[in-house]
């Protein structure tokens, strides 16, 4: 906010050079009216003269604040003349109206928020499939081979041949058909184990139970055993060719569900409050245009990433199977981009909108209507901030009424009687008869030359001249016709009058001998 406020002192400074209107507003229109508010009896002396805009600037006799302009306004003996309330405004009725000020009742209401993300549409990861070789051996054929493939459960990917494997059907066989030729009772204790330790050892190499059931069945000329699908899916990736020779722990194919797909995105720390699990979400998914899909919120990850101080959210979104030129494809593509709002609510809270609350470094403040002119400012505590409204946790009760608009001019205002009340007090005498032509606030340039920084024509030769402040160095000019002209293009003026300051600095009328 410091960076605004020379602008709030150009714009406040405006307003008063037009009308005069925080004068006329605070003393009822003519200057028959001192500080205090009482009529001026002609006898009485008048001890100084001072503005009522910005109290430090004060002179002996007549003439204009050379803050924003305006008349200065005698101050009687016997009166109190303007004190520097920091953090308090009074304006006028006509102030009020020049600046269209605003205000609002705090009141209880539910926070509304539209958090934008964006995030990746994966699968689900509970449904995903790594499949590697239990033994060693050759892949003689491939049943599937290419990326993207649909596959049920049970279906063959691939032929593989295995001597491994091939050595305990064998085995396996030979023991269950003894078994079938003995009386259950003739089976010894040893021929159990035997066999139920070969059919432990082709479950460990992959063979399902409806295959170790065919094997009885099978040609003993066939010595080759099928790599079945474990579950239905899309084939994500394939690490193999037709005779490739693999080993033990070797990646062969991977799988994954893509019907159930998963939306995920990160939320910062600070939005986490907002979210919950049921939480509607709207996507947006840039393969899929002109469509939104609509679901909930069904995770937030409780561990936050300690460089990001972000937390994982989950969506689930369902992915049905779409024809697009004659082939089956899931509509949703597995990593693809997409977009979403998450609309978020809350109970209803004490809240304020956005406009009336100023920020100034860490701190935030807003300016509470007193009534009768008054603006007090006040710190206040900040909860969450919705699209319009910010929840209020300390600083202004329920019903009290804020300024929304007009609050930044009101800001500038307080921060100059602030800035004034650490360095002026009133004086017990007289101000020198020149102090209304320099008095300025504190930290501002005063302006180092007498002539025109537009027009070039000398100060004064066309009446009084105007002076405002910007970026903390005060300016003048021959009349008000210049000042519209320096608005246009502050930075050539100013570089302008940095040069002719420079040049202005005369040699040393003694210079050091060579």
């Known amino acids: 906010m410091n960076t605004k406020l020379p602008l709030a002192f150009l714009a406040i400074a405006a307003l008063a050079g037009a009308g005069g209107w925080f004068a006329a507003g605070h003393f009822g229109g003519a200057h028959n009216h001192g500080p205090a508010g009482q009529p001026a009896p002609a006898s009485r002396k008048v001890l100084y003269y001072q503005s009522a805009m910005h109290p430090w600037v004060k002179s002996d006799k007549p003439g204009k604040c050379t803050v924003c302009g305006m008349d200065l306004v005698p101050v009687y003996e016997g009166q109190k003349g303007f004190e520097i309330a920091a953090g308090t405004v009074s304006l006028g009725a006509n102030a009020i109206q020049a600046i269209h000020l605003q205000t609002v009742a705090a009141r209880r209401l539910p926070l509304v928020r539209s958090l934008r993300v964006a995030g990746t549409i994966d699968d689900n990861d509970a449904k995903h499939r790594r499949l590697s070789a239990y033994v060693e051996g050759r892949i003689e054929k491939l049943h599937i081979n290419f990326i993207g493939a649909e596959v049920k459960e049970g279906?063959?990917?691939?032929?593989?041949y295995s001597p491994m494997i091939l050595n305990t059907e064998r085995e396996y066989v030979l023991l269950f058909r003894q078994s079938q030729a003995a009386h259950a009772y003739a089976l010894t204790a040893e021929h159990k184990r035997l066999l139920a330790a070969a059919e432990q050892r082709l479950?460990?190499?992959?063979?399902?139970?409806?295959?170790?059931?065919?094997?009885?069945?099978?040609?003993?000329?066939?010595?080759l055993s099928e790599i079945l699908a474990p579950m239905s899916g899309t084939v994500v990736t394939r690490e193999i060719y037709e005779g490739q020779f693999v080993k033990e722990g070797d990646k062969l194919f991977e799988l994954a569900d893509f019907f159930t797909m998963w939306f995920q995105f990160d939320l910062y720390e600070r939005d986490l409050a907002w979210v919950r699990v049921?939480?509607?979400?709207?996507?947006?998914?840039?393969?899929?245009?002109?469509?939104?899909?609509?679901?909930?919120?069904?995770?937030?990850?409780?561990?936050?990433?300690?460089?990001?101080?972000?937390?994982?959210?989950?969506?689930?979104?369902?992915?049905?199977?779409?024809?697009?030129?004659?082939?089956a494809r899931r509509e949703l593509l597995h990593k693809t981009y997409a977009e979403a709002v998450v609309s978020l609510d809350t109970p209803e809270v004490l809240a304020l909108p956005r406009a009336a609350v100023l920020h100034n470094g860490d701190r935030a403040v807003v300016y509470v209507d007193k009534g009768g002119g008054a603006y007090e400012q006040r710190r206040v505590k900040l909860g969450r901030a919705g699209d319009e409204h910010w929840e209020i946790l300390d600083g202004v009760k329920d019903g009290e009424r804020v300024v929304t608009t007009g609050n930044l001019l009101i800001d500038g205002q307080a921060q100059l009687n602030s800035q004034a009340t650490e360095t002026v007090s009133a004086p017990a005498a007289p101000a020198p008869a020149h102090q209304h032509t320099q008095s300025l606030p504190p930290g501002v340039k005063p302006y180092p030359l007498d002539v025109c920084i537009v027009g070039g024509e000398k100060l004064g030769s066309m009446g009084e001249p105007v002076s405002f402040i910007y970026q903390g160095q005060q300016v003048k000019f021959c009349c008000g016709g210049c000042q519209p002209e320096f608005e246009k293009d502050p930075a050539k003026f100013l570089k302008k009058l940095s040069a002719l300051t420079t040049n202005a600095v005369p040699q040393n009328p003694n210079p050091p001998p060579k």
Do not use: C
């Not at 479950?203 to 099978?218: H, M, N």
């Not at 709207?282 to 990001?308: C, H, Q, R, W, Y």
């Open 155 to 160: 279906e063959p990917l691939a032929t593989f």
């Open 203 to 223: 479950t460990r190499y992959g063979l399902t139970s409806a295959q170790i059931a065919k094997l009885p069945l099978k040609s003993e000329t066939n010595h």
């Open 278 to 327: 049921g939480q509607a979400v709207e996507i947006s998914v840039p393969s899929v245009p002109g469509k939104k899909f609509n679901a909930t919120v069904s995770f937030i990850d409780p561990n936050l990433n300690d460089m990001t101080r972000t937390a994982r959210v989950r969506v689930e979104l369902q992915n049905p199977l779409i024809t697009v030129q004659g082939r």
